[in-house]
């Protein structure tokens, strides 16, 4: 049975997520430019390079129009050409849509570390500051190229993924061969008709999960001490204290929304074909939800935030926001 319809959901999926991102974060960069923010911190600076990352990964994947298809124990990300280029260059614009992915989810992190110092050790907000903000974005920037460095170099083409992948373009898509690149998150190697763990590839699959398991873990304890904090502290102010609980109900959803767009979709992604399980075109849920992420998390902010909320309604005039309250 043909799985072409997925190429219709992943596209509408990518053209709703693309147009949300778009107008939320240059919306929310325009706030960041025009309002008064001084009492912002750093914070500012984190937004606005989220912003701009978000921008950039909604641009790959538009022009990517990706694909994940999961057939005989192999993730295949796949790239639908817009025009054509070498196998070499397809594998690295490939790969630094799978090095975006990872960006994602250490930029995040950051953005809780930040917030968890701000409730809960605010003398630390120092290392937010100068030199100390730009190691933050390069050691996230470095993180994320180490993952598509090791997507690039550890999963190269085979024979047996060669014929797996001509076998679901062809049968699951009806898309040409000539017009696709793809990276092949490949288990297994087979010598002798007897199947083996593939050694340099599961490498690469413990360094994901490694980056994958640090930032989840960092997201959720700087989540909770921050919730626990933010709990527990009285204001001082009705407007500080309204500010925290802006703070928290916006915390809460930037918890739950990447749980349910990438981290539990990626954690599915990558334990099924390792199981045996192969999910085919389903490994598309991934595609789609990854689509919308970077547009909804500052939907979050730019609706829950109040003094954000009220200047896009135009019901008062730029007041600042003081996160570190």
């Not at 990300?77 to 070498?86: A, D, E, L």
């Not at 989810?105 to 809780?112: E, I, N, R, S, Y």
């Not at 389903?282 to 979050?300: E, K, R, S």
């Not at 003094?307 to 600042?320: C, Q, V």
Request: hydrophobic share 45%; net charge positive.
């Amino acid at each position: 049975m043909s799985d072409s319809y997925w190429l219709e959901i992943t596209t509408y999926s990518d053209h709703i997520g693309f147009t949300i991102s778009t107008i939320a974060n240059f919306v929310l960069l325009f706030l960041l430019a025009v309002r008064p923010t001084k009492t912002l911190g750093s914070y500012k600076y984190l937004m606005i390079s989220f912003c701009i990352f978000s921008l950039f990964y909604t641009s790959i994947e538009t022009f990517l129009r990706p694909l994940i298809h999961i057939y005989d124990n192999t993730i295949f990300v796949i790239q639908r050409k817009r025009f054509q280029y070498s196998e070499t260059v397809a594998r690295a614009i490939s790969s630094t849509y799978c090095g975006c992915y990872a960006m994602s989810f250490t930029l995040f992190a950051v953005h809780f570390v930040y917030r968890y110092y701000a409730a809960c050790r605010q003398d630390y907000l120092k290392y937010f500051k100068g030199l100390y903000f730009v190691a933050w974005i390069l050691g996230a920037t470095l993180v994320a190229a180490s993952w598509g460095f090791a997507a690039f170099i550890l999963y190269p083409e085979t024979d047996r993924t060669k014929a797996a992948l001509l076998h679901v373009i062809t049968t699951s898509y009806g898309l040409d061969p000539d017009w696709i690149g793809n990276v092949p998150y490949s288990y297994w190697r087979t010598e002798n008709g007897i199947e083996y763990l593939n050694p340099r590839n599961v490498i690469g699959i413990l360094q994901h999960g490694v980056i994958m398991m640090v930032s989840f873990g960092t997201v959720f304890h700087c989540g909770w001490k921050t919730y626990k904090t933010i709990r527990a502290t009285r204001a001082t102010s009705d407007k500080t204290r309204e500010l925290q609980h802006q703070l928290f109900k916006a915390l809460v959803l930037q918890t739950i929304i990447p749980t349910c767009l990438m981290y539990i979709p990626t954690t599915m992604l990558f334990v099924t074909p390792f199981i045996g399980l192969n999910i085919g075109c389903y490994g598309n849920i991934t595609t789609a939800t990854v689509h919308l992420y970077p547009g909804i998390d500052p939907l979050v902010l730019l609706f829950l935030i109040r003094d954000f909320r009220n200047t896009l309604l135009r019901k008062n005039n730029f007041s600042s926001v003081n996160i570190t309250n």
